[in-house]
């Protein structure tokens, strides 16, 4: 018998337990619950008695030994020296504050010098992680199988190889399968004979673990049989072919995030500009305002962040709305007719905003907490995962201009803001307002602005800049769609985003937005009205 399985065999007897022993089940011989017993085993310095003290803990198996297994291998467990004590300890200024790791119960506090922290290094770090993957195995939640499995593959020996193998023809569910027969075609990869290689390397053709990757990649480097070298280039080139293609995937997905973000940001633009012929340099300070109205209500409310942006979202297109109709009536409504004076008063209403928030915010970025909702990522494989945060900003840009529309095609506010948009002086013959029309339209694109802000806090810091890096885009987007039509606005946006970030990994970032530039340029000298245009006399002339 070799060295390795000399050293694989404790874990060996510990499968055979795990095997044939119930989940609940406690080995009388193996009862090591209480804190003393526990000290004892967690204390000693040869590191093959700790690793004998872990094979105890997963043989037990209930919750408690999980729990230990959980605090040693997050280096929370020490020992008391003057009560020889099992502890946890967390810092508390200058001193420690000490409990029990199986009650919980408070011991008070005690100064460094009084612990001595339970060892622990890579050997024991692996079979820790083993021995509750182990346990995990046995979980009725597939997705903890399935972390299970993918643990075990980091390092998987003779005493696993017959309980993955066990495994197999039992697990119903399709995911956790698949993982196993990778697990167990690693291992025949790593350890087998040439023949078992080329077989099992079938199978890890079709991975898209990591580990995989990295044991073709280490076994190329290292493999004279000309066979199996080809066999092992064959699968990289496979691996290559399917992460290309995640690539690609990832980064369309990018784009139709950066197209939502530019979407919030230019729908309100292009009604703005569309029925009041307005260019409004401080739209980028609405976006700003209604990131940092979401701060505002975090910072109010620490203890309400699940629901911060619900509250958040209606309250940021109250406060950007109301700004926008002030700037309209007290400046915007003397300028109708000169766009290039429109132009440089809202430049510098947007400099005014700016400094006001660097005078009540400082000039910091302010970080704004991301919900538990709309935390991690979307796990669809190995290769390939999603941010929830992104998933969520592009289904609300869908339905803000869902809604937008809907106001647009089917509430009276809407017809009077199609008709001024289309003949402003025949709507007025017909009795509309058109004053309050301009500012309720002012106030709505300010308003949706905002909304954008409240997004855009969940994927960058909030800074009085902040509007000033989506201004130009935003304009671009509603140039190159067509001014004042929503439908436009929607293809370009998430047209523009898609295209920038494909461009990104080949061109870079700068390069990619440069292109863009000169495409929307070169499109606009042939096509100047958008890619869909308005109709209406008054549009024509």
Same mark, same amino acid.
């Given at each position: ?99 029990? +790791? ?19 290094? /890579?050997?024991?770090?692996?079979? @820790? ?39 197999? %023809? ?35 053709? %079709?991975?898209?673990? +990591?580990? &995989? ?7 190329? /480097? ?48 292009? @009604?703005?500009? =569309? ?14 305002? =209604?990131?940092?109205?979401?701060? &505002? ?29 002030? @700037? ?50 979307? @796990? ?70 905002? &909304? ?42 998430? =047209?523009? =985003? ?44």
């Amino acid at each position: 018998m070799n060295w390795r399985l000399w050293q694989a065999l404790p874990l060996v007897c510990l499968c055979l337990l795990f095997v044939f022993s119930a989940p609940g089940q406690v080995l009388a011989s193996s009862d090591a619950s209480s804190n003393e017993e526990l000290a004892t085993m967690l204390g000693e310095k040869s590191w093959d008695k700790l690793e004998t003290a872990i094979t105890r803990l997963s043989v037990k198996g209930d919750d408690e030994s999980q729990n230990i297994l959980t605090l040693w291998l997050s280096g929370q467990l020490f020992i008391e020296k003057k009560t020889q004590r099992l502890v946890t300890a967390e810092k508390s200024g200058r001193t420690y504050l000490i409990s029990d +790791p199986i009650s919980g119960d408070a011991w008070g506090e005690v100064k460094k010098r009084s612990l001595k922290k339970v060892r622990i290094n /890579n050997r024991l770090r692996n079979s @820790i992680k083993t021995a509750l993957a182990l346990w995990d195995l046995k979980s009725e939640d597939p997705d903890k199988r399935l972390q299970a499995v993918k643990e075990i593959s980091k390092d998987i020996n003779v005493s696993t190889l017959p309980l993955l193998e066990g495994m197999v %023809e039992q697990e119903t569910d399709t995911d956790v399968q698949a993982a196993l027969t990778t697990a167990i075609a690693l291992y025949n990869f790593q350890q087998g004979s040439d023949e078992l290689k080329l077989e099992s390397l079938k199978t890890l053709a %079709e991975s898209d673990n +990591p580990i &995989v990757r990295s044991a073709l990649e280490s076994a190329k /480097n290292t493999t004279k049989d000309k066979q199996l070298l080809q066999g092992i280039h064959s699968a990289l080139a496979d691996l290559d072919r399917r992460q290309d293609y995640y690539s690609a995937v990832e980064s369309m997905f990018f784009g139709l995030s950066l197209g939502s973000v530019l979407l919030l940001a230019a729908i309100g633009l292009a @009604i703005t500009f =569309g029925v009041m012929g307005v260019i409004n340099m401080a739209h980028g300070e609405m976006m700003m305002l =209604g990131a940092y109205t979401t701060f &505002v209500i975090q910072s109010a409310f620490p203890s309400l962040i699940e629901q911060s942006l619900f509250i958040a979202v209606p309250m940021a297109f109250i406060v950007a709305g109301s700004v926008g109709i002030l @700037i309209e009536r007290l400046v915007i409504r003397h300028l109708y007719g000169r766009p290039l004076e429109t132009l440089l008063a809202t430049f510098g209403i947007s400099l005014i905003l700016q400094q006001a928030v660097r005078t009540i915010f400082s000039p910091l970025n302010q970080a704004v907490s991301t919900p538990e909702w709309m935390s991690g990522s979307w @796990i669809i494989n190995d290769a390939l995962s999603l941010t929830w945060n992104r998933v969520y900003i592009i289904g609300f840009s869908l339905a803000v201009f869902l809604t937008l529309l809907f106001i647009l095609r089917h509430t009276r506010f809407g017809l009077n803001m199609r008709a001024v948009t289309q003949n402003r002086a025949m709507a007025s013959s017909m009795g509309i307002h058109t004053s309050r029309v301009d500012a309720l339209t002012f106030g709505l694109g300010s308003g949706i602005a905002g &909304v954008a802000g409240v997004a855009l806090s969940q994927l960058t810091n909030v800074g009085p800049n902040l509007g000033q890096n989506y201004i130009i885009d935003s304009f671009m987007v509603v140039v190159f769609g067509g001014v004042g039509n929503l439908w436009g606005t929607l293809v370009a946006a998430m =047209g523009l =985003g898609v295209v920038n970030k494909l461009l990104e990994p080949w061109a870079g970032a700068v390069v990619a937005k440069i292109l863009v530039l000169v495409f929307i340029i070169l499109f606009i000298q042939k096509r100047p009205k958008g890619l869909f245009a308005l109709k209406g006399r008054a549009v024509e002339d």
